[in-house]
């Protein structure tokens, strides 16, 4: 098994009581663990007078007070954890690892221990015994003495009652604080967040939808460590937190978004709108993740953004029992390579040898697997570890081809604040592709029209009050659109002020010749400038 090797840490001090080991250890995500440290703990003499263990927070460190006969005593016991390896912190694996699938198999107890060698040792081997894994377990002589606080989890909720059984039998005496499919789930401390995650979507998905998830996020060693990752990122510092609270109601959405599909999905059309005498646009809404707008032509379709991939079979379903015939997409654009945007891209690649247009460095967005990828964010890792999640929940797929924006004809900058990078022309549409800065992410581009005042912008200039209640309150959009989980939120907005001064100039040359400037952003209504208040 690989572990990641640290110095020993370990103290020895002498007080009035005798001589005390302070130190911590490792043990591995599995039931037998506290009993076999616990028995090395007795057969040294040892008596433990501190035991903290919480799985929730780091599912291998055991924080340790152990009162030792004499220093030597204390010395050989030091000797002998560093035998036995328990200096090193296993990494993340299978095997390293514990799974958690079933609330019913959960316990937590106060049980009284006697203060002697051998006690938690002979409750450890009772916990063995029945598979019980223990997630939480505190001890603390000075403040509850003889009273630990556990928590268990058993791989068949049956054992629970045996197992109380021969605690019984063997006089321990103990109170059961929770027990079994209760509520709230919040009550067991030690879980996991995935374990917690997929036990509150109980409520709100299908069985054999809720079993999918389960097992997608438990089979895969890369998502476990993206998941540890995740946890051990969001608690670095005040601003991560308040950034994993959002990630939180992502995840929360997207794991959602598989009770929507079959049967249950919807998809919602806005249009035909004429944008041009030979392209008509249709806005096409899935339950959850961004705006996709087909732009109609005679001879085909070309889409610009899209939604999650899980979605792709029930689009592709819709849209051919509404007489748009997805076969006929020859090209998708990308604004950016976030999952809620780009997630048809691949399988309508594969499927109908779509051409996908992307900035060309998403291509390493891609390979990184991190949103982040080429800013200076601070929480690059964090941003690593939820792309990683939000990938495999929602399926996303890299495509297998990018093909770069052809050149621009112009081969100017607007307003001295953008970069041309290149041109999209969809029949009599000739859109600027705009570089953004990389506010909200990098590799991120505007599709601006000049001719006919329209804008595809991504996750800009968003027009929140027309945002659905559902999407307010399952993601919080305003917020994670506009602060959180920007790379770079003061550059963010300094681009929404560009952006909108860009469209204010746009307005006063196309109202000549009777248009009107129209936004059509990833999340919410689009709209025209003169229903803004920032004209």
């Given at each position: 098994m690989s572990t990641q090797h640290t110095e020993p840490t370990a103290t020895l001090t002498h007080d009035a009581s005798g001589w005390l080991l302070t130190t911590h250890v490792y043990v591995l995500d599995r039931p037998g663990e506290v009993a076999g440290l616990s028995s090395l703990f007795g057969s040294h003499g040892a008596v433990i007078e501190h035991f903290f263990f919480n799985r929730s927070d780091n599912p291998h460190r055991v924080e340790l007070a152990l009162r030792c006969k004499s220093a030597a005593h204390g010395g050989e016991?030091?000797?002998?954890?560093?035998?036995?390896?328990?200096?090193?912190?296993?990494?993340?694996?299978?095997?390293?690892?514990?799974?958690?699938?079933?609330?019913?198999?959960?316990?937590?107890?106060?049980?009284?221990?006697?203060?002697?060698?051998?006690?938690?040792?002979?409750?450890?081997?009772?916990?063995?015994?029945?598979?019980?894994?223990v997630i939480h377990l505190e001890y603390d002589k000075s403040q509850t003495a003889g009273i630990a606080q556990v928590s268990l989890a058993t791989p068949v909720p049956e054992k629970v009652e045996l197992l109380l059984q021969h605690l019984t039998s063997d006089d321990f005496h103990f109170t059961v604080a929770w027990h079994g499919d209760g509520d709230p789930i919040d009550a067991i401390i030690g879980l996991n967040q995935v374990e917690t995650f997929l036990f509150k979507l109980r409520a709100i998905l299908p069985r054999e939808k809720l079993n999918a998830l389960s097992e997608l996020l438990h089979t895969s060693d890369d998502m476990r460590q993206a998941l540890f990752d995740f946890r051990r990122e969001a608690g670095e510092n005040e601003d991560s937190m308040a950034t994993s609270e959002v990630f939180s109601q992502i995840l929360h959405l997207a794991a959602a978004s598989l009770g929507k599909l079959g049967e249950n999905f919807s998809l919602r059309l806005t249009g035909p709108l004429r944008l041009t005498p030979q392209v008509a646009l249709y806005m096409l809404a899935c339950p959850t993740g961004a705006n996709a707008f087909l732009l109609r032509t005679e001879t085909d379709y070309t889409l610009i953004d899209s939604s999650y991939g899980l979605y792709f079979p029930d689009v592709v379903e819709w849209l051919s029992g509404h007489a748009l015939d997805p076969s006929r997409i020859?090209?998708?654009?990308?604004?950016?390579?976030?999952?809620?945007?780009?997630?048809?891209?691949?399988?309508?690649?594969?499927?109908?040898?779509?051409?996908?247009?992307?900035?060309?460095?998403?291509?390493?967005?891609?390979?990184?697997?991190?949103?982040?990828?080429?800013?200076?964010?601070?929480?690059?890792?964090?941003?690593?570890?939820?792309?990683?999640?939000?990938?495999?929940?929602?399926?996303?797929?890299?495509?297998?081809?990018?093909?770069?924006f052809p050149p621009s004809s112009s081969n100017m900058d607007y307003w001295e604040e953008f970069k041309v990078i290149g041109e999209f022309r969809v029949a009599d549409l000739c859109f600027?592709?705009?570089?953004?800065?990389?506010?909200?992410?990098?590799?991120?581009?505007?599709?601006?029209?000049?001719?006919?005042?329209?804008?595809?912008?991504?996750?800009?200039l968003i027009d929140v009050p027309s945002l659905s209640d559902?999407?307010?309150?399952?993601?919080?959009?305003?917020?994670?659109?506009?602060?959180?989980?920007?790379?770079?939120?003061?550059?963010?907005?300094?681009?929404?002020?560009?952006?909108?001064?860009?469209?204010?100039?746009?307005?006063?040359k196309v109202r000549k010749q009777g248009r009107t400037v129209m936004i059509f952003p990833g999340h919410g209504e689009f709209y025209r400038i003169t229903e803004t208040d920032w004209l």
């Open positions: 016991l030091a000797d002998a954890l560093l035998r036995h390896g328990k200096f090193a912190a296993p990494k993340f694996t299978e095997e390293s690892s514990c799974r958690v699938f079933n609330p019913a198999g959960l316990l937590q107890l106060k049980v009284s221990l006697e203060n002697k060698p051998g006690t938690m040792a002979r409750f450890g081997e009772i916990l063995k015994r029945y598979d019980a894994n020859t090209r998708i654009a990308l604004t950016h390579a976030d999952a809620d945007h780009a997630g048809w891209a691949a399988p309508l690649q594969e499927t109908y040898g779509t051409q996908v247009f992307m900035h060309p460095d998403c291509r390493q967005i891609f390979e990184h697997q991190n949103r982040a990828y080429g800013s200076d964010t601070q929480l690059m890792a964090l941003n690593g570890a939820y792309t990683r999640l939000i990938n495999h929940l929602t399926e996303l797929q890299t495509p297998a081809g990018i093909t770069p600027e592709v705009l570089e953004s800065h990389g506010g909200h992410v990098p590799a991120q581009v505007f599709l601006y029209e000049p001719e006919y005042g329209l804008l595809f912008c991504g996750d800009y559902r999407t307010k309150s399952t993601l919080s959009i305003a917020r994670y659109l506009m602060t959180s989980t920007n790379s770079d939120s003061r550059l963010f907005s300094k681009e929404m002020r560009s952006l909108k001064e860009l469209l204010r100039i746009t307005q006063a």
